[in-house]
């Protein structure tokens, strides 16, 4: 009877899935839904995560300075970048999603600290993409390279790229080459950083593999599909790999857009290339780096203090605007979709690091950082509605969120090993966001 | 009088839609180029067509675009593959919200597993196979092509009910065709000895083709042209070439050379041609339409194997 039961609560699980009939699952397979979300204090040095449907489950790790966080190779890991400290820590996450085709597998275990961390001068920018966290050290003038995957194992492997001079840029890897922003060599006084002048290609050792193209006071990244897109004063200069090396286009700002105005943050889609960047302080762009328009312009009614799109319905994005109210953007319309009040109001009056919320998506969720009220608030994507808070400690600042649904075949079994034969995982985890902040 | 009136008013209200659906094409997406032609061989003037990976593009690795999305949304009919050829469908469906039959052609065709698939789990020291996936070139039998057709057909007047014969009369006689394609094919490759009947192709897409014909293709690559060959994997390519005296390297119009450039030299071979496995060609190319593609990798298949080149 016991055997009997058991049988049935198995088939049931592997049932409940659906979308896997091709998997030869004999063992205990559960489907699980998990979110984990790791939050950074805006005043402690200190970060802290918590599944968000079991927000008991809560830990919390000690850091040398704020935290900007980020999540890397596909959630597994997160990373801890402290621009005002000097220092960049790491997290394995404790969830890990591996894509087999049909279905997701998905690893559930404690968050850690790993023991190694980066130290160095003024670490800033962060970019995920094809397996490797590209971490920009703004006055060092070099870039530290860290492995992704071992670092999703607790490792921490790393290499440097030299760039010509420090400054507040990025470097990104593009199929064999790489590119890396570029400083005027104008001389500076005291402290003050160069300006950026433009995107240069450039080899694995650092050696140029190409002109620079002008981009004015590049800042801004994202990848989406083939795409690399980065802001810049004329417009926004998009790279891919070409047949003969890297293609560079420049995507002029048209005329119809307000005058006076760039784009510097931008948010790159995983479903649909395209991009959805900032113009401005109180305005939003849909960039189609192919089919023209190239650019959709979306007036918010008072200025962003964050966006983020939801990697669930690649049709959606979400803007925090100043006044507390959250934006749902239809990328399709380029238009605001719904709109509804979800916090007290924030001025984007202040310093650009002054506590504001940050907007973070855990599938049908936004969850949002307001660090006055001391909560992570939880949001509907269909309603907009508030369907729950989290009660943080001190003042909730910068966030990510990891995790998502899959099987996890390590259900009442507590060893768990891989091997593959014929068949890779599906490591997709680019970083696609940049971050708002004065500079240097 | 008023009823009379009423049910005149009625009438030509009735009247005026049918005459409007008839005169609207039906607004279909196919998601590949070889889907497209059958779409337009079934559909003929009554349908609107929009092609979302076109000629010598690879579906594998498509980025769909936000046009995409908006084709889907404003579609009556949505023509898919299925069995994951299309990797990006099921998301950019969601983003498009489209109300559109969304069809996956493979239905009813008897998938073949992906050969060399799977992998394994190791869980408390017991070892999980996790099966690999189908393999989804199934239209590279001509056999599963016409189930393709007769699937579009059904869809086509599901959504289309009063161009319904049209559609039909269509498929009938496109299905006439296929069959003497069918014909012809297996005539083609019955004229190659037993001992001329291995190839090598860029990624393993004509699985469905050696089934239904009698030939046998080695690749470096695995179904999907996402996956890499390694060294290793080259390595043991050589050796099984070498082992079933494989006759003809291939090239693919979807696929990098290089690999198999090098592949050939150090087999001592040169490519024999260029096959149309995932994807038609330019209009003006050699395999514009899925029976011309079907022709002409079938002769260079076979004269390449034959020695004639």
């Given at each position: 009877?016991?055997?009997?039961?058991?049988?049935?609560?198995?088939?049931?699980?592997?049932?409940?899935?659906?979308?896997?009939?091709?998997?030869?699952?004999?063992?205990?397979?559960?489907?699980v839904t998990l979110y984990r979300v790791f939050v950074g204090d805006h005043a402690e040095p200190s970060v802290t995560a918590f599944d968000l449907g079991?927000?008991?489950?809560?830990?919390?790790?000690?850091?040398?300075?704020?935290?900007?966080?980020?999540?890397?190779?596909?959630?597994?890991?997160?990373?801890?970048?402290?621009?005002?400290?000097?220092?960049?820590?790491?997290?394995?996450?404790?969830?890990?999603?591996?894509?087999?085709?049909?279905?997701?597998?998905?690893?559930?275990?404690?968050?850690?600290?790993?023991?190694?961390?980066?130290?160095?001068?003024?670490?800033?920018?962060?970019?995920?993409?094809?397996?490797?966290?590209?971490?920009?050290?703004?006055?060092?003038?070099?870039?530290?390279?860290?492995?992704?995957?071992?670092?999703?194992?607790?490792?921490?492997?790393?290499?440097?790229?030299?760039?010509?001079?420090?400054?507040?840029?990025?470097?990104?890897?593009?199929?064999?080459?790489?590119?890396?922003?570029?400083?005027?060599?104008?001389?500076?006084?005291?402290?003050?950083?160069?300006?950026?002048?433009?995107?240069?290609?450039?080899?694995?050792?650092?050696?140029?593999?190409?002109?620079?193209?002008?981009?004015?006071?590049?800042?801004?990244?994202?990848?989406?599909?083939?795409?690399?897109?980065?802001?810049?004063?004329?417009?926004?200069?998009?790279?891919?790999?070409?047949?003969?090396?890297?293609?560079?286009?420049?995507?002029?700002?048209?005329?119809?857009?307000?005058?006076?105005?760039?784009?510097?943050?931008?948010?790159?889609?995983?479903?649909?290339?395209?991009?959805?960047?900032?113009?401005?302080?109180?305005?939003?762009?849909?960039?189609?780096?192919?089919?023209?328009?190239?650019?959709?312009?979306?007036?918010?009614?008072?200025?962003?203090?964050?966006?983020?799109?939801?990697?669930?319905?690649?049709?959606?994005?979400?803007?925090?605007?100043?006044?507390?109210?959250?934006?749902?953007?239809?990328?399709l319309a380029a238009e605001v979709a719904q709109s509804a009040s979800v916090t007290e109001p924030y001025s984007m009056d202040g310093d650009w690091n002054?506590?504001?919320?940050?907007?973070?998506?855990?599938?049908?969720?936004?969850?949002?950082?307001?660090?006055?009220?001391?909560?992570?608030?939880?949001?509907?994507?269909?309603?907009?509605?508030?369907?729950?808070?989290?009660?943080?400690?001190?003042?909730?600042?910068?966030?990510?969120?990891?995790?998502?649904?899959?099987?996890?075949?390590?259900?009442?079994?507590?060893?768990?090993?891989?091997?593959?034969?014929?068949?890779?995982?599906?490591?997709?985890?680019?970083?696609?966001?940049?971050?708002?902040?004065?500079?240097? | 009088?008023?009823?009379?009136?009423?049910?005149?008013?009625?009438?030509?209200?009735?009247?005026?839609?049918?005459?409007?659906?008839?005169?609207?094409?039906?607004?279909?997406?196919?998601?590949?180029?070889?889907?497209?032609?059958?779409?337009?061989?079934?559909?003929?003037?009554?349908?609107?067509?929009?092609?979302?990976?076109?000629?010598?593009?690879?579906?594998?690795?498509?980025?769909?675009?936000?046009?995409?999305?908006?084709?889907?949304?404003?579609?009556?009919?949505?023509?898919?593959?299925?069995?994951?050829?299309?990797?990006?469908?099921?998301?950019?469906?969601?983003?498009?919200?489209?109300?559109?039959?969304?069809?996956?052609?493979?239905?009813?065709?008897?998938?073949?597993?992906?050969?060399?698939?799977?992998?394994?789990?190791?869980?408390?020291?017991?070892?999980?196979?996790?099966?690999?996936?189908?393999?989804?070139?199934?239209?590279?039998?001509?056999?599963?092509?016409?189930?393709?057709?007769?699937?579009?057909?059904?869809?086509?007047?599901?959504?289309?009910?009063?161009?319904?014969?049209?559609?039909?009369?269509?498929?009938?006689?496109?299905?006439?065709?296929?069959?003497?394609?069918?014909?012809?094919?297996?005539?083609?490759?019955?004229?190659?000895?037993?001992?001329?009947?291995?190839?090598?192709?860029?990624?393993?897409?004509?699985?469905?083709?050696?089934?239904?014909?009698?030939?046998?293709?080695?690749?470096?690559?695995?179904?999907?042209?996402?996956?890499?060959?390694?060294?290793?994997?080259?390595?043991?390519?050589?050796?099984?070439?070498?082992?079933?005296?494989?006759?003809?390297?291939?090239?693919?119009?979807?696929?990098?050379?290089?690999?198999?450039?090098?592949?050939?030299?150090?087999?001592?071979?040169?490519?024999?041609?260029?096959?149309?496995?995932?994807?038609?060609?330019?209009?003006?190319?050699?395999?514009?339409?899925?029976i011309a593609m079907m022709r002409h990798n079938t002769r260079t298949i076979t004269s390449a194997l034959a020695g004639d080149q």
């Open positions: 009877m016991l055997k009997q039961l058991a049988y049935s609560t198995a088939l049931a699980l592997v049932l409940a899935g659906g979308a896997y009939a091709q998997d030869d699952h004999d063992h205990d397979a559960e489907d079991e927000p008991d489950n809560r830990w919390t790790f000690e850091t040398t300075g704020q935290n900007k966080l980020y999540s890397v190779e596909n959630g597994a890991a997160v990373v801890a970048v402290q621009s005002f400290d000097d220092a960049v820590n790491f997290f394995t996450s404790g969830v890990s999603l591996h894509a087999h085709g049909d279905h997701s597998d998905i690893a559930v275990t404690d968050p850690t600290a790993i023991e190694e961390t980066l130290t160095g001068p003024r670490p800033f920018h962060l970019i995920d993409h094809d397996g490797k966290a590209v971490i920009n050290f703004d006055r060092g003038g070099y870039v530290e390279i860290v492995d992704t995957h071992a670092l999703s194992e607790g490792e921490l492997v790393t290499s440097q790229l030299q760039q010509a001079r420090a400054h507040h840029g990025y470097a990104a890897p593009i199929g064999d080459l790489w590119v890396t922003s570029v400083a005027s060599d104008e001389p500076v006084e005291g402290d003050a950083a160069p300006a950026r002048i433009g995107l240069q290609p450039i080899n694995a050792d650092g050696s140029p593999a190409g002109d620079v193209e002008t981009c004015t006071a590049i800042h801004g990244e994202a990848f989406s599909g083939a795409y690399l897109a980065t802001g810049c004063q004329e417009g926004v200069l998009t790279v891919t790999e070409g047949a003969d090396g890297l293609e560079f286009e420049m995507l002029e700002y048209p005329e119809d857009l307000p005058a006076g105005q760039s784009t510097g943050t931008l948010l790159g889609s995983k479903v649909m290339q395209v991009f959805l960047g900032n113009y401005g302080g109180d305005g939003l762009v849909v960039i189609d780096p192919v089919d023209e328009p190239h650019f959709r312009y979306i007036e918010l009614p008072f200025r962003r203090v964050d966006f983020a799109l939801d990697p669930t319905n690649a049709r959606f994005g979400y803007v925090l605007t100043e006044d507390g109210s959250l934006h749902q953007i239809d990328m002054d506590p504001r919320p940050r907007l973070a998506m855990a599938g049908d969720e936004i969850v949002l950082s307001d660090p006055n009220a001391g909560l992570v608030r939880r949001v509907s994507t269909e309603t907009l509605e508030e369907v729950g808070t989290v009660e943080v400690e001190g003042m909730p600042y910068n966030i990510v969120v990891v995790g998502g649904s899959g099987v996890d075949h390590e259900a009442g079994s507590d060893d768990h090993d891989h091997a593959e034969e014929g068949h890779d995982h599906d490591h997709e985890d680019d970083h696609d966001t940049d971050e708002d902040h004065d500079h240097e | 009088m008023i009823r009379s009136l009423i049910t005149a008013l009625f009438c030509s209200v009735i009247s005026f839609n049918a005459a409007h659906a008839q005169d609207e094409k039906l607004r279909v997406v196919a998601s590949f180029s070889i889907i497209g032609d059958f779409a337009t061989q079934v559909g003929g003037d009554r349908i609107d067509l929009r092609i979302l990976v076109g000629p010598n593009s690879d579906a594998h690795v498509y980025e769909p675009r936000p046009a995409n999305a908006m084709a889907l949304a404003e579609a009556d009919v949505v023509l898919t593959n299925g069995l994951q050829f299309e990797g990006f469908m099921d998301r950019l469906i969601a983003a498009s919200a489209t109300e559109a039959d969304v069809v996956a052609l493979t239905e009813n065709v008897a998938a073949r597993e992906e050969p060399g698939g799977g992998h394994y789990h190791f869980i408390d020291g017991e070892a999980i196979f996790h099966a690999g996936g189908l393999d989804p070139h199934t239209w590279q039998s001509v056999v599963n092509a016409k189930i393709y057709v007769e699937n579009i057909r059904d869809a086509f007047c599901e959504a289309d009910a009063i161009n319904c014969a049209a559609y039909e009369a269509n498929a009938e006689a496109y299905l006439a065709e296929l069959d003497a394609l069918d014909a012809e094919i297996r005539a083609s490759v019955g004229g190659l000895p037993e001992d001329r009947r291995v190839g090598v192709v860029a990624h393993n897409a004509f699985g469905y083709y050696e089934a239904e014909y009698g030939l046998r293709f080695l690749s470096p690559q695995g179904v999907s042209t996402e996956s890499e060959a390694s060294a290793a994997d080259v390595a043991g390519l050589i050796e099984q070439m070498r082992e079933a005296d494989a006759g003809a390297i291939f090239a693919e119009n979807i696929s990098d050379t290089r690999l198999l450039e090098q592949i050939a030299s150090e087999a001592g071979l040169e490519i024999s041609g260029v096959l149309y496995s995932d994807a038609l060609s330019e209009p003006d190319g050699p395999a514009p339409t899925y």
